[in-house]
């Protein structure tokens, strides 16, 4: 993630690593309404909320807003975006990101998390 506006960078105040190896890095994100965050990076991550939130996720010109429950589970595709906490309540989240190569640069992704896949999915 050399060449990457990594978030532990951008957002010191927002972000810190709870585990790293060489294979992945959990990230734990917390903020409170009204937080933003400076423009940064993901690689491929699984995402594990631990609080209920609103969020607005931005890229260039795609705007999405995402409302969470707490003990969701979701995958994101590697993206960069800037977020803004648009709710009432505390945004705290773990991420655990992937170190593996994924999708080819610039192929574009998912902007936010997945929607939960099948029946009984959180």
């Known amino acids: 993630m050399a060449d990457m506006r990594d978030p532990i960078d951008t957002d010191p ?12 890095r ?22 594990l909320t631990l ?5 607005r996720l931005t890229i260039a010109d795609q705007v999405r807003d995402v409302a969470l429950e707490p003990g969701q589970v979701r995958w994101l595709d590697a993206q960069s975006h800037t977020g803004e ?23 574009p992704g998912e902007l936010g998390p997945s929607e939960p896949a099948g029946p009984g999915a959180n």
């Not at 609080?51 to 969020?55: D, G, K, L, N």
């Not at 648009?86 to 991420?95: E, K």
């Open 85 to 107: 906490n648009i709710g009432a309540t505390d945004t705290h989240v773990v991420f655990v990101e992937l170190k593996e190569p994924g999708r080819a640069s610039g192929a």
């Open 51 to 55: 609080s209920a939130f609103e969020r």
């Open 26 to 47: 959990v990230l734990e994100y917390r903020d409170t309404p009204g937080g933003r965050t400076h423009p940064h990076e993901h690689p491929d991550s699984v995402m």
């Open 13 to 24: 105040d927002k972000y810190s690593v709870v585990f790293e190896n060489d294979r992945v």
